[in-house]
């Protein structure tokens, strides 16, 4: 039996502790088909398994908890790590610039990555961290996003509540070919430069 | 045609394999939506519940509960996933799912569907109330099926 069987069969038996706890740990950083218990939770909800308003608030207070916590170790302590790294390798300056581009974009960054490319949600925790990104807007992004994010994956547990492993297996894949596609844009960007003809002044 | 330095290399080859990834992607995802529109049924799964497997496939749980000769439940159907049923039963995985699969078929058409709430004694068809562990119904012969039923009524879990 897999690990996802294993939680799944969990999350039945005990509910929202196991929900909680998964969430949490996910949202840290750890790899798991996390869409698929919201969705399974939706189910749940929808057949009377579980209380909608429970399962939105825990799943929301644990991604978010999660999220905090990514971004406090990386901020406290990845920053000295970093400063420690490009103090030596003499790059304060590259560093300075991506801080200031991550504080310009992360707002944008953190929300979309909270539900829409949620393969990226630990990555940007650390980046926003190491980034002294502000706090408290961080905070507000990350739970915009988070609630936003389990009210749409529970609600279509809701709705396709009897085929929940089939649309959790969908949207697991849908998910990384929207990071893909953004990945793909990027690098076609870079390469578009690349290809460029010199430009004549 | 530009002289090409290893870095610019390394972003053609990040490019076509993103691209190649992604593509991939793309193609499980629409083939599981086709498998999706004509099967309606999803595979069981060891974590789903006699009563997620009975809300899914659209029977009575009590019909899941008799295949494998649970007592009948007056109120919810039960929470345990199928591999704890399993384990309990001394019987695999795979046999519990066989049979709960052999029981669901009984209850669509062209068989009779079965009714919401368990008889009060035996069963509607005539048939066993229980299954006895480690057997499973075979085959029903062609000359035994019923006539189907104009409207298929399934049953749903309360």
Known sequence: MSV??????ALLVYGLPVLFGVILICSVGFPFPISLMLVAAGSFVEQGEMKLWEVIAVASVAAVLGDQIGYGLSRWGGRRLINRISRKLGAETNIQQAEALTKRWSGAGIFLSR??????????NVASGIAAYPWRRFLLWDVLGEVLWVILYVGIGYTFSNRVQTIAEILGNLSWVIVGLIVTVILGWKLMRIFAPEATT | MKNLGWRQWLVVLAFVLVVCVTGLFA????????????????PIRPWMSLGYIAHSYSVPPWVLHQALGLPPRAGKPDRRPIREIAREQHRSVDQVIAILKDAIV??????????????DEGSPRGQPPAFTPGQTRGPIPPQQTPEPTQEPMRGRSP
Request: net charge neutral; no cysteine.
């Open chain 1, 4 to 9: 996802t069987d294993q939680v799944l069969a």
């Open chain 2, 27 to 42: 193609v499980r995802t629409v083939r599981r939506a086709i498998y999706w529109h004509y099967h309606q049924d999803e």
């Open chain 1, 115 to 124: 539900w829409l490319v949620t393969a990226f949600g630990p990555w940007v």
């Open chain 2, 106 to 119: 009984h209850s669509r058409p062209p068989y009779p569907p079965p009714p919401d709430a368990p008889p």
